[in-house]
């Protein structure tokens, strides 16, 4: 019962933040690394793939392809969240132990796709 659970928080989480790639797309832009091109266009491409992802965990039949997918994904955002850290000036609208603190929590997402897609 608490894996339905927690696998019911995991995927609704990488739906909702992938949907919040949609309705908040600017403060997204902001956030992005200046040697990513075409800001929004990477926003709205993670945002679907982010999406696409949480529901995959929810479906028995895709969950196998979900884990790698999101694994991918966690894994290619991460250059940009150290390079977020390392250049907490140009972020100022984020504290900067927050951008710290996200580099390990993507190892705790991981961890937790890993756990709810097995």
Known sequence: MRGVILRKLVGGAFVTT????????????????????????????????????GAGILHPATRPYA????LALLGAVFPANVHMALNAGDYRKVPEPLLWARLPLQGLFAWLVWRVTA
């Not at 797309?25 to 992802?53: F, K």
């Open 18 to 53: 992938g949907v919040l790639h949609f309705t908040h797309t600017r403060a997204y832009e902001r956030i992005m690394p200046p040697y990513i091109p075409r800001h929004r266009e990477a926003v709205l491409v993670s945002g679907v793939a982010e999406a696409v992802g």
């Open 67 to 70: 884990r790698w997918w999101l």
